[in-house]
């Protein structure tokens, strides 16, 4: 094991509170998963252990049907401590939408990342996407022009087939990619630090039900059981002084 791994891996067996956080975004091709993957890495590792992401598209299995990919992703959201969402695209992902204003309904610590360099603001200017989706406590904005960083760590010739050929020797692109992965992490992370220490909104008097019905309102395969699961999930928020 890499020794700056190893490192923060100990601390989290020593004293150290760690905090699980939803990845949600598109997993539906190549780049999808393996950016979530390699962002989700690059957040433990600048995090030092800290913010550990849970990957739906871990989680899911092809022979899943509809309804129990919703379910799962709905129990595997509500069981982490913060959440992170990916708004990139013309128009954002419709699950990713549901799962943000299921964690506003549970009063979640939350961030919204857009790295996409498109404007789907449709004339608003205060975030590049539905004002709908916008504007709500406890929640961290970060919008990074990766394309921008990415090509200030790119080499500069690549015009001739021995410059190609150097470039791919050496790595160039992948070095440039997780280059900005890493910085993309490290925004991320302070993002997940400030909101963190956003109070909880959620009056103290209300939390119980609010949760009971989170756990009914979807209608879930197994209701008795999920409301022992929603309980256990309340009390371990309770424990880390989230709600």
Known sequence: MNPVRLSWVLIILEDFMSYTIYFAGDLFDHKHLAG?????????????????????????????????????????????????FNFDGTELDS?????????????MPSVILRTDIRNASAGHDENPWNPMVSNYPRTEVVVLNVHERYQSLAPSSQNSEADLLRHYKEN???????????????????????????????????????????????????AAGDLAYFE?????????GLI
């Open 36 to 84: 979530n993957a390699s962002l989700a890495t690059a957040i433990a590792e600048k995090s030092e252990g800290r913010f550990l992401c849970k990957l739906p598209q871990n989680y899911e299995s092809h022979t899943m049907t509809a309804l129990e990919i919703r379910d799962n992703d709905l129990r595997l959201l509500i069981g982490c401590d913060l959440a992170l």
């Open 95 to 107: 699950g990713t939408v549901v799962e943000y204003m299921y964690a506003k309904f549970a009063d």
């Open 172 to 222: 160039g692109s992948c070095k440039s990619a997780a280059a900005t992965t890493d910085w993309v992490a490290g925004e991320v992370v302070v993002a997940l630090e400030r909101v963190l220490e956003q109070p909880a909104r959620l009056p103290p008097n209300q939390v119980s039900t609010v949760y009971d019905w989170l756990a009914r309102m979807p209608e879930f395969g197994e």
């Open 232 to 240: 256990k999930v309340l009390e371990a928020k309770r424990r880390k």
